[in-house]
């Protein structure tokens, strides 16, 4: 088995080479040109790091588009949430309309509503 295991090299195989760079002295690289391009990366852009599983490789990805990734997670939270309580009221509601306007919407069995007990 390989450094990188059949799906780390899979994955590998998969990707497009965009070019080589060197770490420079203060840490720094060079981004090649191709890749700039491609992915729309500007003089000023925010890239945030992540590191991959097994400190295998680091994985760039513009502030941009995790600011937009969050909102729309955020956005569909909400939904979900807003449907939530939508459930929540309309199982109230079928509670307390149900036969007499009492309990849970349940009827009463046979045997409470002929009962010979005293109250």
Do not use: C, W
Not at 21 to 43: C, D, H, K, M, N
């Amino acid at each position: 088995m390989t450094l990188l295991g059949v799906n780390g090299l899979t994955a590998l195989l998969k990707a497009r080479f965009l070019g080589a760079t060197t770490v420079g002295e203060r840490g720094q690289i060079v981004i090649p040109a191709e890749a700039r391009r491609e992915y729309g990366l500007e003089f000023g852009d925010k890239v945030l790091v992540f590191g991959r599983h097994q400190k295998m490789g680091l994985l760039l990805v513009k502030d941009e588009i995790i600011a937009r990734y969050v909102d729309e997670t955020l956005a569909e939270l909400s939904g979900l949430e807003k449907l939530l309580e939508n459930r929540g009221v309309d199982r109230a509601a079928r509670g307390r309309s149900g036969p007499g306007g009492k309990g849970k919407g349940r009827s009463p069995s046979p045997a409470a509503a002929t009962s010979d007990h005293p109250d």
